[in-house]
């Protein structure tokens, strides 16, 4: 099904309800345009998170988040490499990867030849999602969603480069605070209109930290292992703690009848390697004593250690996607 211009129009402005009420009216989430570009496509990367949900879950024929083109493009490489109005593209890529999208699609490889008549492959550059939010380097979070959907920190492009390869190669662009002040540097009319325009320059802004943060990320990941590694680091730290703690080898409290192990994390330790913040009781009276982190972690740590890893399989730290 072809979309009407209108409601091509309505996707890339961000208009839910014109586009919800075409699809009530026997619209097709997975009609294309006139060019070919699915509507989930060029929804990922204009319209947000709003607009990718309504798509994917229709009733009516819904759009299917693994759709590829002709060269293997798919939604999640325009949404991994996006620029959203409205700051919704980590969600956007969530929903598509929870929706069955390939969080390692390839673009495909073309036989070609050179000037002496040798065949050659030829991959699109950057073939993944990962590697495309890395090249665009604008959305630490972003790569974070993709790497929490199991996208592979090790996978690199035809001619070998990797993730942190794209990421660093973007570190010579201009830098911005925020899109805001991209607006005003740049003489843009409006935030749209700097969105619009960015792929467009000779020389696109960054903006300031995200790359950074996008280095720093992938770099730990590949040093851990994996996601999973990664992200369950402190947990690790927090087993071992309880298993010393049980067999009377550490404690977390300085009461008598155990033994002190100076080496054992504490909270804040646990925070300042992972990330996660803690929430203190407040005392209720004036006779409670107040929960230090060490009352705390002694609480904790004295639960039996099937309660221990439960706790801790909950336990959200900064490590964690927000998606």
């Known amino acids: 099904m072809i979309a009407p211009q209108a409601i091509i129009q309505a996707v890339g402005r961000g208009n839910v309800e014109a586009v919800r009420m075409w699809l009530d009216a026997g619209g097709e989430g997975s009609a294309l345009s006139e060019r070919g570009t699915a509507l989930i496509c060029f929804a990922a990367c204009t319209s947000g998170a709003a607009m990718v949900e309504l798509l994917l879950t229709h009733r009516w024929r819904p759009a299917k988040a693994g759709y590829a083109d002709d060269?293997?493009?798919?939604?999640?490489?325009?949404?991994?490499?996006?620029?959203?109005?409205?700051?919704?593209?980590?969600a956007a890529v969530a929903q598509l990867c929870d929706h069955g999208a390939d969080v390692n699609a390839r673009m495909f490889t073309s036989l070609e030849y050179d000037e002496h008549g040798e065949p050659y492959y030829d991959e699109p550059n950057p073939p993944t999602p990962l590697l495309c939010a890395a090249d665009y380097g604008l959305s630490c979070e972003i790569v974070r969603v993709l790497l929490s959907r199991g996208a592979d920190v090790t996978a690199t492009s035809a001619s070998g480069d990797s993730a942190e390869d794209y990421a660093r190669a973007t570190l010579d662009r201009p830098v911005v605070e925020s899109i805001e002040a991209a607006v005003a540097e740049y003489d843009y009319d409006s935030v749209a209109q700097a969105i619009q325009y960015w792929d467009d320059l000779d020389e696109p802004w960054r903006l300031e930290g995200e790359v950074e943060r996008i280095i720093e990320l992938l770099a730990d990941v590949r040093s851990a292992g994996s996601w999973k590694h990664y992200t369950g680091a402190w947990r690790v730290e927090l087993l071992l703690l309880q298993r010393l703690c049980s067999a009377g080898r550490a404690s977390p409290l300085t009461t008598p009848g155990r033994q002190i192990c100076v080496c054992v994390p504490s909270i804040e330790d646990l925070e300042a390697t992972s990330g996660c913040k803690v929430t203190r009781p407040r005392?209720?009276?004036?006779?409670?004593?107040?929960?230090?982190?060490?009352a705390l972690m002694a609480q904790l740590v004295d639960l039996p250690p099937p309660l221990v890893g439960k706790v801790a399989s909950?336990?959200?730290?900064?490590?964690?996607?927000l998606y």
């Open 71 to 90: 060269e293997g493009w798919t939604a999640l490489h325009a949404a991994a490499g996006s620029l959203i109005k409205d700051r919704s593209g980590p």
């Open 283 to 294: 005392k209720k009276d004036s006779v409670t004593e107040v929960w230090t982190t060490k």
């Open 314 to 321: 909950y336990w959200r730290t900064a490590r964690d996607p």
